[in-house]
């Protein structure tokens, strides 16, 4: 099977502007993502999608694989796809299953990539799935940079939000307190359809991609991780995502020595 991780990634970001080529132990960030990723033994290869020649520019020295694409897109699931139509065309072979995993998720891992996609290849009728993790704090729990998700008892999301969801407010402090964590395996076909969908009401209001599949009726497997992981959207996040990797063991393997 034919596995590709494509990960998304542009200077222009509104909420932090350049933040994929922002220094996190002397790598950009988008490289600690793109060399992580390459680690899954899962992946058959892992791109780096950007409309940026400075982003190619530096993928090209470092020795990642980058596809450059326009620069109208609005939501990273329609980079994604135009990287996967120009991977496939380069390559010659159709991808089975397409993992999307944002530029801003410094701490991924191989081992998340690997548990994302397996729900995939034991269930033929799994579409997309995503990660998530337990929040440890209130404070994380009401962040509205943090997207919150709410389960049901088969392990699919019921509602995503940037709203603290569950509420706390009428009976128990002790509530399920779950992010989503944006490593998002599509397959392939499902990809192209998910973009050809109109964009819903809901998923406008929260802005949370995901919310367009459960407007339409459908399925988006959650898949638990226990890896402590952060995504950046402020100079604080990375400030503090810098402090947590200092002793990374993978960090190790691709971080030049000094």
């Known amino acids: 099977m034919n596995i590709i991780a494509v990960i998304p990634a542009r200077m222009g970001s509104s909420r932090y502007p350049g933040k994929p080529l922002a220094l996190i132990h002397n790598v950009p960030m988008v490289g ?15 791109y780096v999608a950007t409309c940026d020649e400075i982003i190619a520019a530096y993928c090209k020295s470092a020795g990642l694989a980058c596809v450059m694409t326009g ?12 990287a996967l139509l120009k991977i496939e065309e380069t390559g010659g072979k159709k991808a089975d299953i397409v993992v999307m995993v944002q530029g801003d ?14 729900p995939m290849l034991e269930d033929a009728s799994v579409n997309v799935v995503n990660l998530m993790a337990e929040m440890e704090t209130v404070a994380e729990f009401e962040d509205p940079n943090e997207v ?11 509602y995503f939000s940037r709203e603290p969801v569950p509420s706390r407010k009428k009976g128990s402090d002790r509530v399920p307190m779950r992010k989503q964590v944006c490593v998002i395996p599509f ?21 949370v991609d995901m919310m367009r599949i459960l407007e339409y ?6 898949v638990p991780t226990s890896a402590r992981t952060f995504s950046v959207d402020t100079p604080e ?15 190790r393997r691709y971080t030049p020595k000094p």
């Open 237 to 251: 996040d990375l400030a503090h995502v810098a402090r947590l990797m200092a002793g990374d063991s993978l960090r």
């Open 148 to 158: 919150k998700v709410v389960v049901d008892r088969n392990m699919d999301a019921l």
């Open 217 to 222: 009726g459908e399925k988006v497997r959650m």
């Open 105 to 118: 998720e410094p701490m991924v891992t191989p081992e998340m990539i690997d548990a994302a996609v397996a």
């Open 32 to 46: 600690h993502v793109a060399f992580r990723a390459a680690m899954s033994k899962t992946l058959s290869a892992a």
């Open 71 to 82: 620069d109208g897109h609005v939501r990273c699931t329609t980079r994604t796809a135009e």
């Open 187 to 207: 397959r392939r076909d499902y990809l192209l359809r998910f973009n050809e969908m109109e964009e819903s009401p809901l998923e406008i209001y929260e802005s």
